[in-house]
Every structure is written in structure tokens, then in C-alpha cells.
């Protein structure tokens, strides 16, 4: 076929409906040609200002020169060999750089793979191969992939599991703690104790996985007591606590992991998405023995830790050094929480403002009132804020949050631009 010498968004999405299954959903119906830190120009020329960042891929923004001079350096040596028949240096350096991050006063290991899921899926497999134990516990609104163990883990049903059973046996849901609708901490732990009393023993539980901040479910941060309860009760029961930090981190919310904020060390963490400025890659990292419990040739795939993601993660964690982007990090969530916390007190259908360091979220309900989500009103704003040149995401359980991933290497004017037409597409949506 010849290529089109005029794109337009819409031949484009003429052709992308014809070609590709409806079951890939788009946001947006807008083609990019070029995108560069924190603003992309569509195949028509038209700039937007991008506060998505490909879902939490782009702390560092599009492009960043660094991590596009580390690919480029790559490129020119070699691009593949598959880690587990020839390896190569990135691969162990960052790995070393990874140990390194981690919270915990303890030895750790780091494995490779290509996705989020796939972390999550080998953080399952080594829990299960050290604990000899088959279970696991995940949570409400919890988001950990689209595999089929990982939509087990998935706590929200519409779309990601509809028509996709069974799931794989062994996996329970506790209660996420959410104040706001009335779940505390002590009502969380307790679903959890009651999992050992109505489901499974305690003692054929191989892990609890949690996400420190959910993703997808809302940007709902669990509090840190929370976390350091359910350390405990994992010590308990010799229970494996899995943190994923596939969204929250690569520095996201002000530490590089934001479970360091809790004070917890979680025995096993999972990483993606940022990690690599937009080079697909993830981790688990761990303690060394538990890491080391799959028998050798048990992990990997043919992909895994590519050296061109590599290369690029291994850019990303020099810029956050030279750049200070933890600290950016939080000063951007202070700015972005006080201009949207002064829209709110105009605007009663933003009924809650929150998240931890720069990843932000306000929650859209009719009145204000939490119970009553407004996923309409949310849609609107993120349409009228496309037709404005912004890109958002919405996220949350009844579709009605939308959250902030803007790049930290945004200027602040790019982020004040973006919060402006937050503003407008506010007020014209509830107009519509
Ligand atoms: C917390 C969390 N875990 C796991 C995943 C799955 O990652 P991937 O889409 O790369 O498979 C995501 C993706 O959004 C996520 O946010």
C-alpha cells in the first residue's frame, strides 16, 4: 500500500478501525509526528501541551537528549543477543545501580524483562518458587496488568477482564483502605486476617502484592501505616510483601521508590514504565535469596533487558542525578495541588484533590459528593481539553479522576499552560 502523503487524525483513524481490533482502546483521537519533553504536534501540525506522558512512561519527557544519545551510542554496537545466551555490561551495571536504590539494609538481586506485567508475573513465580506456597493477595482498585495472572490480581473488572475467565485459582481480594469512602486502615488489615479465616491459611500464602499510590484505580496513596501493618503481618505469617512501582516509580511521587516514604522494605519490588524514558523494560528487585530461589534457566525470555532499554535506563537514572528531578519532583507536586485545589474551592465538582509528590489527581463528582461519581463531566473535560491542546488521562474505579503524569523535566510555564486549560475545560464542559 502506498504511504498517505496528507495524514489527517481522521484517515488515520478510519484506517486504525479497519485494521486493528476495537479491544485496543485510544483516548484521544489524535495522531502524534514528533513529540519533545512534555509537548507533542499531531500529524496535522496542531501542538498540545502532554500531561499523560504515555500513562506514567515520561518523567524525564520525550526525548530527552540524554537517553536518545545513549540509545544512538548502543545502536552503533550491538541491539540484541538475548541476555541469557550472551550478556552484555548494561545489563549488570544497572542492575548494580538497582541493588543500590532499593530500600532495605539487605543483599538484593535485580532481574530484567520487557513489561509491567511480566514484572509482576516473575515477582508471583519467584515468591511462589522461595515461600513453596501457592497463594496470593492482592487488592480493591488494584491495577497490576493485563496477562492472565495479573488481570487475576486486577481489582476492577470493566474492560480490562470482561470476557477474559477464568483467571488463574488462588488469588484473593482485601480492601484497599480509602477514607473517603469510609475503609480505614484497620478495616483493610482486618479483610486481610479475615482472607486467612474464610479462604485461605495464612501459612499457604506465598505474597501480598500492593501498589504504594493505585495507579489505575485513582491515585489513591495508601498511608504509610498501612503499609508498615501489613510488613508486620507478612513477618507474621512469613508472607512475601510485593510492592509494585510500576507507575509510582522511577521518582514519580519524590523518591525514586515511594515506598521509601513509608519506611518499609518490601521484599520484593516491581518497576516498568518510567524506568526507561519510553524504552520498553521493567524489574523486579529483591532479596538476594529470594531472588535467588527459581532454579537457573527458570527466568528470562528472549527480550528481557534488551540492550537498548538498558542503555536508556541507565540515561534516565544519570538525568535524575544532573537534573535534581527528585526534588522537581516534589516541588511540582506542590504547584500542581495548589492551583488545583484553588480550582476546586471554585468549582464544587472537583470533590477531592490529592495524590503524593508530582503524581496528582482530582476526582469529579455531581455536587461534590463522593458518592456520586461523574465519569460524563470527566470525559467532557478531558475532550475539551484535547480540542485546547492538552492531553489528559482519567483513571479511578467509576472512571471519574483524572491524573496528572506531565513530565518533571516540564518547565513551569508548560505546566502552568496545561493547568490553565485544566481551568477552561472546566468551566466549558460543565457548560456543555
Ligand atoms: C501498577 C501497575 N502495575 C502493572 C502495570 C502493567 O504494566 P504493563 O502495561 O507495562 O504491562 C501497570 C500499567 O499501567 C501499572 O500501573
Request: include cysteine.
Amino acid at each position: 500500500m502506498d504511504r498517505e502523503t496528507q495524514l489527517t487524525n481522521a484517515s488515520l483513524m478510519a484506517r486504525r478501525k479497519a485494521a486493528i481490533p476495537r479491544g485496543v482502546g485510544q483516548s484521544h483521537e489524535v495522531f502524534i509526528a514528533r513529540g519533545e519533553n512534555a509537548e507533542i504536534w499531531d500529524v496535522e501540525g496542531k501542538r498540545y501541551v502532554d500531561f499523560a506522558g504515555g500513562i506514567a512512561v515520561l518523567n524525564t519527557g520525550h526525548r530527552h537528549p540524554a537517553v536518545v544519545e545513549a540509545v544512538k551510542a548502543q545502536l552503533d554496537l550491538y541491539t540484541h543477543t538475548c541476555f541469557q545466551v550472551l550478556a552484555y555490561e548494561p545489563y549488570v551495571e544497572l542492575a548494580e545501580r538497582i541493588n543500590a536504590l532499593a530500600p532495605g539494609d539487605f543483599a538484593k538481586k535485580t532481574l530484567f524483562l520487557s513489561t509491567g506485567s511480566e514484572a509482576v508475573e516473575n515477582a508471583v513465580k519467584i515468591a511462589r518458587a522461595h515461600t513453596k506456597r501457592p497463594a496470593i493477595i492482592a487488592f480493591t482498585s488494584a491495577y497490576h496488568g493485563r496477562t492472565l495472572l495479573t488481570l487475576g490480581l486486577t481489582g476492577k473488572v470493566a474492560p480490562y477482564k470482561t470476557g477474559f475467565g477464568p483467571f488463574p485459582g488462588e488469588i484473593f481480594h482485601a480492601q484497599f483502605p480509602n477514607l473517603r469512602h469510609g475503609i480505614s486502615v484497620d478495616d483493610s488489615i482486618a479483610s486481610v486476617e479475615s482472607i486467612f479465616r474464610n479462604d485461605v491459611e495464612a501459612n499457604r500464602v506465598a505474597a501480598i502484592i500492593v501498589e504504594p499510590v493505585q495507579g489505575e484505580g485513582g491515585f489513591n496513596a495508601a498511608p504509610a501505616e498501612f503499609l508498615q501493618r501489613l510488613r508486620a503481618l507478612c513477618d507474621q505469617h512469613g508472607i512475601l510483601l510485593i510492592v509494585d512501582e510500576i507507575q509510582t516509580g522511577a521518582g514519580r511521587t519524590g523518591t525514586w521508590f515511594a515506598v521509601e516514604q513509608s519506611g518499609v522494605a518490601p521484599d520484593l519490588i516491581t518497576m516498568a514504565k518510567s524506568m526507561a524514558g519510553g524504552y520498553p523494560i521493567s524489574a523486579v528487585v529483591g532479596r538476594a535469596e529470594v531472588m535467588d530461589a527459581p532454579i537457573p534457566g527458570g527466568l528470562g525470555g528472549t527480550y528481557a533487558g534488551s540492550p537498548l532499554a538498558c542503555a536508556a535506563a541507565l540515561a534516565v537514572l544519570d538525568v535524575f542525578e544532573k537534573e535534581n528531578l527528585l526534588e522537581r519532583s516534589r516541588q511540582l507536586g506542590i504547584r500542581l495541588t495548589a492551583r488545583l485545589t484553588s480550582m476546586a474551592s471554585k468549582n464544587p465538582c472537583i470533590a477531592d484533590v490529592r495524590g503524593l509528590g508530582a503524581m496528582v489527581a482530582f476526582e469529579l463528582c455531581k455536587g461534590g459528593d463522593l458518592h456520586q461519581p461523574d465519569a460524563d463531566l470527566t470525559k467532557r473535560i478531558c475532550a475539551e481539553a484535547t480540542q485546547r491542546g492538552l492531553i489528559l488521562l482519567s483513571c479511578g474505579t467509576y472512571g471519574n479522576v483524572i491524573r496528572i503524569l506531565v513530565p518533571l523535566t516540564a518547565s513551569d510555564a508548560i505546566v502552568d499552560e496545561g493547568l490553565a486549560i485544566i481551568e477552561a475545560s472546566l468551566t466549558a464542559a460543565q457548560a456543555a
